[in-house]
Nanobody, 127 residues
Framework: QVRLVESGGGLVQAGGSLRLSCAASGRPFSTYTMGWFRQAPGKEREFVAGIMWSGGSRNYADSVKGRFTISRDNAKNTVYLQMNSLKPEDTAVYYC????????????????????WGQGTQVTVSS
């Protein structure tokens, strides 16, 4: 098992920026693809961004491409989500998650493919 703790959420005006962090402990962090998901009230949890265990490949939802950047520091067991040009529709609880399998060859975008989740951090973007 891996324990994940998100931080960095908050209230920001449209056009602003936030940087989310997710600190991991437990199983070897550097061997697992990590993902960021979000869930708005009344909506299903959706994929936002993912980064391969090696850090060599990234993937983004179309809605955040060009605005969000995912990165990881395996030495610090931390994954980040830099969010720029925020929009009111980005308002949600943001979760980080670890893929079920180590050394994955693809970045998966379905919540069921991830079996360890943080508690979430609220991001609210005002118009």
């Amino acid at each position: 098992q891996v324990r994940l703790v998100e931080s960095g959420g908050g209230l920001v005006q449209a056009g602003g920026s936030l940087r989310l962090s997710c600190a991991a402990s437990g199983r070897p962090f550097s061997t697992y693809t990590m993902g960021w998901f979000r869930q708005a009230p009344g909506k299903e949890r959706e994929f936002v961004a993912g980064i391969m265990w090696s850090g060599g490949s990234r993937n983004y939802a179309d809605s955040v491409k060009g605005r969000f950047t995912i990165s990881r520091d395996n030495a610090k067991n931390t994954v980040y989500l830099q969010m720029n040009s925020l929009k009111p529709e980005d308002t949600a609880v943001y979760y980080c998650a670890a893929d079920r399998s180590p050394f994955g060859m693809v970045i998966r975008g379905t919540p069921n493919d991830y079996n360890n989740w943080g508690q979430g951090t609220q991001v609210t973007v005002s118009s």
